[in-house]
């Protein structure tokens, strides 16, 4: 009798772990399934298309950024910022807000230069129109608007959710 005692004892002390089940979301897979015509890269034809494409932006944006360069540094200033009374206080406001401002529109611009330069990289690797996420070819119209893309709207919308 005691033993059993001692056993039923035992047996209320110990402490049971219990797996705890959690719901994991399951979500589609985002690539599609790959067969023998699906098209693995761009043509040479459509990477020179797009590097044309890359080039053109590329020009335009470096032209944008010197000019955000140089209205950031006075290059082009006349020099007449100290003639003018020092009771200006609002104006002077108003310029510090817009010198501001030049200077993020100057950051964004240098980073979309970067962008592209790294989109020219991609073009003579041969990889330029390819999803990081899926693997798959980013369509054209997609690259035709954004040429500096690496993912997929697809892969983008399955990424945000």
Do not use: W
Request: overall charge neutral; aromatic content about 4%; proline content about 4%.
């Amino acid at each position: 009798m005691k033993n059993n005692k001692m056993a039923k004892q035992a047996t209320e002390s110990k402490m049971v772990i219990m797996p705890i089940m959690v719901e994991a979301k399951v979500t589609q897979p985002i690539s599609t399934p790959k067969n023998e015509d699906t098209q693995v890269r761009l043509s040479d034809e459509e990477l020179r298309e797009f590097k044309e494409l890359i080039l053109a932006k590329l020009g335009e944006a470096k032209i944008d950024y010197e000019l955000l360069k140089s209205t950031l540094s006075l290059r082009d200033d006349n020099g007449t910022n100290d003639t003018s009374p020092t009771f200006k206080v609002l104006e002077d406001a108003s310029d510090v807000i817009s010198k501001e401002e030049t200077a993020q529109h100057a950051i964004r611009q240098e980073k979309f230069i970067q962008h592209l330069n790294n989109a020219l990289i991609r073009i003579e690797n041969k990889t330029y129109g390819t999803c990081r996420i899926t693997g798959d070819l980013i369509p054209k119209e997609r690259l035709r608007s954004v040429p500096h893309t690496t993912t997929s709207i697809n892969a983008k919308l399955n990424t945000l959710t």
